[in-house]
């Protein structure tokens, strides 16, 4: 993996391009204070005033990104009118946030904006992915997608990530991820927005079941196999809904399953590991500050597994784990017990 800078990326930095940050949680921090120790002017907005007066003030967010130490010149705000004006906005609201925010932002937008989307998940109710939520809320804007294994305390701490650039337009695609790169944050690109989406939106839901099957005790090889097989139910959906297979086996598809499936540092699969040792979901999502995706994002996948007639028994049995129509041992179980079947093909 190259983190080494062209003189083209340098060129394409030296332009004057603005930022605006719509989203003052740990990622939308992460990305921002990337961006503005850059040298690119960035400015967040985050809901809470709390927030905002402590990126300004103590160049911190202690509510969201404990532990890291933010650009001295990034900025904050609590206004969305703010970012009227801006080059490039990054929408990184929770996905089930992401259509209020993105009305609330409409006056302040403009034709031929490019909005790239951080956040990973799909709406609950009308089973739209982030981009066609976007363009029904904005419709003159260039969608895009950022999408990756990437922890947000690794992003803003300088330590090397690789992550999905998507859009549309392969020309503003290499420049989004030019204007988006540096030393340590490397985005590769593509015009797959549908691979992009679907593979961050899944590896939520199976992170959380990953996270069972490690909180109930069963060991690394049932969590072995919950992977790879979880990553043949997120290729067969998105294969559905028309995303590429290549893409899907990328940084936005396995890479980003891998990650958020291996460690509890993600909210996802702590919530899962909570799952197993017996916590009561509503519970642990009352206990901590953070919004876990796969939680919002499991029922809708399920919805798209029937209307699409694809077979996703994992993500099926997290849904009905969130749901609170199965217990998890009674889920697993009912994984272990399915019929034998041939792997490849199937």
Same mark, same amino acid.
């Given at each position: 993996?190259?983190?080494?800078?062209?003189e083209?990326?340098?060129?394409?930095k030296?332009?004057?391009?603005?930022?605006?940050?719509i989203g003052?949680?740990a990622?939308?921090?992460?990305?921002?204070?990337l961006?503005?120790?850059?040298?690119?002017? %960035?400015?967040l907005w985050?809901?809470?005033?709390?927030?905002?007066?402590?990126?300004?003030?103590n160049?911190?967010?202690?509510?969201?990104?404990?532990?890291?130490?933010?650009?001295?010149?990034?900025?904050?705000?609590?206004?969305?009118?703010?970012l009227?004006?801006r080059?490039?906005?990054? @929408?990184?609201?929770?996905?089930?946030? %992401?259509r209020?925010?993105?009305k609330?932002?409409r006056?302040?937008s403009?034709?031929g904006?490019a909005?790239?989307? @951080?956040?990973?998940g799909?709406?609950?109710?009308?089973?739209?992915?982030m981009?066609?939520v976007?363009?029904?809320?904005?419709?003159?804007?260039?969608p895009a997608?950022?999408?990756?294994?990437?922890?947000?305390?690794?992003?803003?701490?300088?330590?090397?990530?690789?992550?999905?650039?998507?859009?549309?337009?392969?020309?503003?695609a290499?420049?989004?991820?030019?204007?988006l790169?540096?030393?340590t944050?490397?985005?590769? %690109?593509?015009?797959d927005?549908?691979?992009?989406?679907?593979?961050?939106?899944?590896?939520?839901?199976?992170?959380?079941? @990953?996270?069972?099957?490690l909180?109930?005790?069963?060991?690394r090889s049932?969590?072995?196999?919950?992977?790879?097989?979880?990553?043949?139910?997120?290729?067969?959906l998105?294969?559905?809904?028309?995303?590429?297979?290549?893409?899907?086996?990328?940084?936005?598809?396995?890479?980003?399953?891998v990650?958020?499936?291996?460690?509890?540092q993600?909210?996802?699969?702590?919530?899962g590991?909570a799952l197993?040792?017996?916590?009561n979901?509503?519970?642990?999502?009352?206990?901590r500050?953070?919004?876990?995706?796969?939680?919002?994002?499991?029922p809708?996948?399920?919805?798209?597994?029937?209307?699409?007639n694809v077979?996703?028994?994992?993500?099926?049995?997290?849904?009905?784990?969130?749901?609170g129509?199965?217990?998890?041992?009674?889920?697993?179980l009912n994984?272990?017990n399915?019929?034998?079947?041939?792997?490849?093909?199937?």
């Amino acid at each position: 993996m190259n983190f080494a800078y062209s003189e083209s990326m340098e060129k394409i930095k030296t332009s004057q391009n603005s930022f605006g940050v719509i989203g003052g949680g740990a990622w939308g921090t992460a990305l921002a204070t990337l961006l503005a120790s850059q040298g690119h002017d %960035t400015l967040l907005w985050a809901y809470e005033t709390t927030c905002s007066n402590d990126i300004n003030s103590n160049h911190m967010n202690s509510t969201y990104l404990d532990g890291a130490v933010l650009s001295k010149s990034l900025r904050a705000t609590s206004d969305l009118a703010d970012l009227s004006g801006r080059d490039i906005i990054l @929408c990184v609201v929770p996905a089930q946030h %992401t259509r209020g925010i993105l009305k609330q932002f409409r006056p302040y937008s403009r034709a031929g904006q490019a909005v790239v989307l @951080c956040s990973k998940g799909i709406e609950t109710g009308t089973l739209s992915l982030m981009t066609d939520v976007l363009l029904a809320e904005l419709p003159d804007v260039i969608p895009a997608v950022l999408s990756g294994p990437s922890f947000a305390i690794d992003v803003a701490k300088g330590l090397p990530t690789a992550v999905t650039l998507a859009c549309a337009d392969p020309d503003q695609a290499d420049k989004l991820a030019h204007l988006l790169s540096a030393p340590t944050f490397r985005p590769y %690109t593509s015009t797959d927005l549908i691979g992009a989406e679907i593979g961050g939106a899944i590896k939520n839901v199976l992170a959380i079941a @990953c996270g069972i099957v490690l909180g109930m005790g069963l060991g690394r090889s049932a969590h072995a196999a919950l992977i790879a097989r979880g990553f043949a139910e997120m290729t067969r959906l998105g294969e559905a809904m028309g995303a590429n297979p290549a893409t899907l086996t990328g940084l936005c598809g396995l890479g980003d399953l891998v990650l958020t499936c291996s460690s509890q540092q993600s909210r996802n699969m702590s919530c899962g590991f909570a799952l197993g040792e017996g916590e009561n979901l509503e519970d642990f999502l009352k206990s901590r500050n953070v919004v876990v995706e796969g939680v919002g994002s499991a029922p809708a996948v399920l919805e798209l597994a029937c209307q699409y007639n694809v077979d996703m028994p994992i993500c099926t049995s997290v849904a009905g784990i969130v749901a609170g129509t199965i217990d998890a041992k009674t889920a697993v179980l009912n994984l272990l017990n399915r019929p034998l079947k041939a792997e490849q093909g199937e």
